[in-house]
């Protein structure tokens, strides 16, 4: 079973580069985990609703009451230089 968390995504310009008459949008979406299914990624909803944002008044638009899987957001494996970083980060100090 897949356990769902929406989210927002980061405001976005309605325009380059952005005036002051730039509306900015953003986007309700969800992850999903299921770590007995995927151990290295995230489950990604598409959009669920739209936020708009011109001046002090917001409008949001409802795209879709379904939280389901649309795709599959992975993570990369870590390079040597950031596991040299994280191993010294998790060492136990010998200092009190």
Known sequence: ??????TESPLFPSN??????TAWVSYTFAYGSN???L???AYVTSP????????NVSTTTKLSNEVKQASIQ?????D???LAILE?????SNTV
């Open 1 to 6: 079973m897949i356990s769902w968390s929406k």
């Open 16 to 21: 380059w580069p952005p005036t002051a008459d």
């Open 35 to 37: 770590p007995a299914m």
């Open 39 to 41: 151990m290295d990624g």
């Open 48 to 55: 669920l609703a739209r936020t708009e944002w011109k001046g």
């Open 74 to 78: 992975g993570v990369l494996p870590l």
């Open 80 to 82: 040597s230089q950031t």
């Open 88 to 92: 010294k980060e998790i060492k136990p």
